[in-house]
Structure formats: structure tokens, C-alpha cells
């Protein structure tokens, strides 16, 4: 499976971006980490199937929102009233089953930097 991200950016603090991952093929679960400079790569929201089945870690609950097409090839995520502590590199990934861990996921995108000033 391949993902490919885009619409990373920089931004002010309280501004919106809009990130996209499109994957060559279905993959029941899509998942979004996020990787400071010399931190772990987090697990910030996923994706269990259909858009219905969205959870959130509490750090962007409220402000960020997954959402996936049709087809169920591509995630977006929206994320309003971003913050400075939101800056890092965000990663999309897929699986075959719900996992917040990042080990479970062998496939990923290449990353898409945002920065929040």
C-alpha cells in the first residue's frame, strides 16, 4: 500500500490546515501520527472505516477531524484553532485493523511538516 500526503504548511496560531493522505488501495484503517524534533511519533487520530468510526487523542479532540471519501482511498484531516505545540511532521498510515500503536503499521506516507507560529 501506498500513501501519499499533502497540505502541510505553515500557519499562525488559531489558523486551519487541511491535510490529505490518499493510499493506492482500501485499507480498513487510516491513522494519523504526529512527530516532534526529538520526541516519538504519536498517534493523533484514526480512522476505523467509513468516516463513522473516528477517534481522537484528547491533545486535538474538538479541534481536528478526520474525514474519508467514497471510495475510502483518501483521509483528510482538518485541524482548526492550531497551536505552536501542534508543529512537527505529520504522518498518515494504514492497516487492516484499528491500532492507536505505531508499531502495528507497516505502511506510511513520506510525512508532511507543519508549523504553527
Known amino acids: 500500500v501506498q500513501l501519499v500526503e499533502s497540505g502541510g504548511g505553515s500557519v499562525q496560531a488559531g489558523g486551519s490546515l487541511r491535510l490529505s493522505c490518499e493510499a493506492s488501495?482500501?485499507?480498513?484503517?487510516m491513522s494519523w501520527f504526529r512527530q516532534i524534533p526529538g520526541k516519538e511519533r504519536d498517534w493523533i487520530a484514526g480512522d476505523a472505516g467509513g468516516g463513522r468510526n473516528a477517534y481522537y487523542a484528547q491533545s486535538v479532540k474538538g479541534r481536528f477531524t478526520i474525514s474519508r471519501d467514497a471510495a475510502k482511498r483518501t483521509m483528510s484531516l482538518q485541524m482548526n484553532n492550531l497551536k505552536p505545540e501542534d508543529t512537527g511532521v505529520y504522518y498518515c498510515?494504514?492497516?487492516?485493523?484499528?491500532?492507536?500503536?505505531?508499531?502495528?503499521?507497516?505502511?506510511w506516507g513520506q510525512g508532511t511538516q507543519v508549523t504553527v507560529s
Open positions: 488501495e482500501y485499507t480498513g484503517t
Open positions: 498510515a494504514a492497516h487492516t485493523r484499528y491500532s492507536e500503536w505505531r508499531d502495528d503499521y507497516i505502511y
